[in-house]
T-cell receptor, first 115, second 115 residues
């Protein structure tokens, strides 16, 4: 069974640009969540999608958005990139809602560097 | 606000020895879930162990076990017979049971297993 797949793995963008990251969950998983990981802040929750609906959202500005498709694949978009957006973006999937205590499985992450 | 605290930013242990990583959390809820995740240098987050708060029995997975003290809001991880491959960042996470909750993460403990 394939794990959570994130693309691209590494990317470099310029301030002001936008970026789209993609996540394919484990087959059968309907929940996809996104996290930003930085050395100083640890893991920060961005949002969770379940059956194409955003179920929960973290404390990030509106420049961060996401969506989920009918096949459970998810994308997150960051517009008007800032230097502080440089981070590892982790996607995780689970069979049901995170709040039901379902184990979440992570992808390898997308490293975003903003210059 | 719910918080998770890992008071040991860095730890080291000799191969084959036992080490305990601490985690405390703050919540007013009675039903919730606790997790330990491991992030090796590859940055792939891997589930180590999961505990349901309403289960008094401590969870165990091979060399990994937890000491769950609900009244003290403590959830420590014990690694027995430490191996070089256990070198990683270890994150403790909490999620309340209920609609639209999100995982709350500690800042992690960097564990080095020395030969």
């Amino acid at each position: 069974k394939a794990g959570v797949t994130q693309t691209p793995r590494y990317l470099i963008k310029t301030r002001g640009q936008q970026v789209t990251l993609s996540c394919s969950p484990i087959s059968g998983h309907r929940s996809v969540s996104w996290y930003q990981q930085t050395p100083g802040q640890g893991l920060q929750f961005l949002f969770e999608y379940f059956s194409e609906t955003q179920r929960n959202k973290g404390n990030f500005p509106g420049r961060f958005s996401g969506r989920q498709f009918s096949n459970s694949r998810s994308e997150m978009n960051v517009s008007t990139l800032e230097l502080g957006d440089s981070a590892l973006y982790l996607c995780a999937s689970s069979w049901g809602h995170q709040s039901s205590g379902n184990t979440i499985y992570f992808g390898e992450g997308s490293w975003l560097t903003v210059v | 606000a719910q918080t998770v605290t890992q008071s040991q930013p860095e730890m080291s242990v000799q191969e084959a020895e036992t080490v305990t990583l601490s985690c405390t959390y703050d919540t007013s809820e009675s039903n919730y879930y606790l997790f330990w995740y491991k992030q090796p240098p590859s940055r792939q987050m891997i589930l180590v162990i999961r505990q349901e708060a309403y289960k008094q029995q401590n969870a165990t997975e091979n060399r990994f076990s937890v000491n769950f003290q609900k009244a003290a809001k403590s959830f420590s991880l014990k690694i027995s017979d430490s191996q070089l491959g256990d070198t990683a960042m270890y994150f403790c996470a909490f999620i309340g049971a209920g609609n639209n909750r999100k995982l709350i993460w500690g800042l992690g403990t960097s564990l080095a297993v020395n030969p």
